[in-house]
T-cell receptor, first 115, second 109 residues
Framework: DSGVTQTPKHLITATGQRVTLRCSPR?????VYWYQQSLDQGLQFLIQ???????AKGNILERFSAQQFPDLHSELNLSSLELGDSALYFC??????????????FGPGTRLTVL | LAKTTQPISMDSYEGQEVNITCSHN???????ITWYQQFPSQGPRFIIQ?????VTNEVASLFIPADRKSSTLSLPRVSLSDTAVYYC??????????WGAGTKLIIKP
């Protein structure tokens, strides 16, 4: 158990809908990362927050957004969903944020299926 | 941005040493190299991290040549439980994290 929690574990929705994925980091970690893992593209870094502020942005679509709250939990919002958004979404946390490279602790993931 | 390339799959046998190499020709000066292990239906787990030369911990070694354009993860005396996907990650210095596509390692008895 990494100490990172993600909810829900599974999510099934329809094209055009909007969903919110939630992540709670390990106790003491200030940084949260979001990743998308699909069969044909591997792990894609989406975005990173540090202590409530956006610190780094990867290949995140404009339809996706995220935030980190004062209690350090984070939410990833996915809107206007398409079939290609079906994937496993991971959240990870670390003590510090980029540009420092810390060990990241990954949650169990949320499997999103868009029908 | 750095691009990472690693073999898609590798096979080995229990008790052997396994070396997985990652190529990262465009690595930036401030980038670090990190390796993660992932089992099916689980999040990746940190193995080892380095900047240059050799790093060793209780489970693996990481070799990085002077030009830092590649790195090699070495797993000594593998067992069946080491069957997993291994990812090379390069980044940090330019606020980017570039993951390799992963190497599926299969250990046979």
């Amino acid at each position: 158990d990494s100490g990172v929690t993600q909810t829900p574990k599974h999510l099934i929705t329809a094209t055009g809908q909007r969903v919110t994925l939630r992540c709670s980091p390990r106790s003491g970690d200030l940084s949260v990362y979001w990743y998308q893992q699909s069969l044909d593209q591997g792990l894609q870094f989406l975005i990173q927050y540090y202590n409530g502020e956006e610190r780094a942005k990867g290949n995140i679509l404009e339809r996706f957004s995220a935030q980190q709250f004062p209690d350090l939990h984070s939410e990833l919002n996915l809107s206007s969903l398409e079939l290609g958004d079906s994937a496993l979404y991971f959240c990870a946390s670390s003590r510090w944020g980029l540009p420092e490279v810390n060990e990241q602790f990954f949650g169990p993931g949320t499997r999103l299926t868009v029908l | 941005l750095a691009k990472t390339t690693q073999p898609i799959s590798m096979d080995s046998y229990e008790g052997q040493e396994v070396n997985i190499t990652c190529s990262h020709n465009n690595i930036a000066t401030n980038d670090y190299i990190t390796w993660y292990q992932q089992f099916p239906s689980q999040g990746p787990r940190f193995i080892i991290q380095g900047y240059k030369t050799k790093v060793t911990n209780e489970v693996a070694s990481l070799f990085i040549p002077a030009d830092r354009k590649s790195s090699t993860l070495s797993l000594p005396r593998v067992s069946l439980s080491d069957t997993a996907v291994y990812y090379c990650l390069v980044g940090g210095g330019n606020y980017q994290l570039i993951w390799g596509a992963g190497t599926k390692l299969i250990i046979k008895p």
